[in-house]
């Protein structure tokens, strides 16, 4: 039962260096969320995916990209990173949006920009 | 803006102890949900309700809905060292995602 699956688990990098976190679920899931978490600030949405295909921005979109690869993966993309995307990242996955919108979490990954 | 308050921020009880926690709104919901996080992980759903008024038990863990569905609360009774974790209620409104608010943070201490 691997549910959602979220690497890598830890990452540190350099101002202005991108990377790919990549996300994965099993549930046959239509959509599929990314979202930080930082301290006193709770979770807030990046972008989210409704169902395959489609991808629109969240709460905090600036500096993100995503990409819907097929219903399974939903990888979030800095182009850019900034000290300030210091966060604890997490993928979330649900059967689908609206009435009864329940998220399944990834285990998160802790990436800081130095 | 959906907006979703959550309190007391922090809360550390002795074992045994009972407890609520708050998560209030000046928005309607259609439902609200609420999950708890452990260090390190990811958090886990733990109750949504969905009704005005709705009263959900989940062993010692009391969920009720406000019957404006504006407001809910969590009310742990006899608390448990394994109860420690973060709260987080998330209100769901229609064609917008999951909304959360910031959090409990709560520890039990044996």
């Known amino acids: 039962n691997a549910g959602v699956t979220q690497t890598p688990k830890f990452q540190v990098l350099k101002t202005g260096q991108s990377m790919t976190l990549q996300c994965a679920q099993d549930m046959n899931h239509n959509s599929m969320y990314w979202y930080r978490q930082d301290p006193g600030m709770g979770l807030r949405l990046i972008y989210y995916s409704a169902s395959e295909g489609t991808t629109d921005k969240g709460e905090v979109p600036n500096g993100y990209n995503v990409s819907r690869l097929n219903k399974r993966e939903f990888s979030l993309r800095l182009e850019s990173a900034a000290p300030s995307q210091t966060s604890v990242y997490f993928c979330a996955s649900s059967l689908h949006r609206g009435v009864d919108e329940k998220l399944f979490f990834g285990s998160g990954t802790q990436l800081s920009v130095l | 803006t959906q907006l979703l308050e959550q309190s007391p921020q922090f809360l550390s009880i002795q074992e045994g102890e009972n407890l609520t926690v708050y998560c209030n709104s000046s928005?309607?919901?259609?439902?609200l949900q609420w999950y708890r996080q452990e260090p390190g992980e990811g958090p886990v759903l733990l109750v949504t309700?969905?009704?005005?008024?709705e009263v959900k038990k989940l062993k010692r863990l009391t969920f009720q809905f406000g019957d404006a569905r504006k407001d809910s609360s969590l009310h742990i009774t006899a608390a448990q060292p394994g109860d420690t974790g973060l709260y987080l209620c998330?209100?769901?409104?229609?064609?917008?995602?999951?909304?959360f608010g910031k959090g409990t943070r709560l520890s039990v201490i044996a």
């Open positions: 928005s309607v919901f259609s439902s």
């Open positions: 998330a209100g769901e409104g229609g064609n917008t995602p999951l909304v």
């Open positions: 309700v969905v009704t005005g008024g």
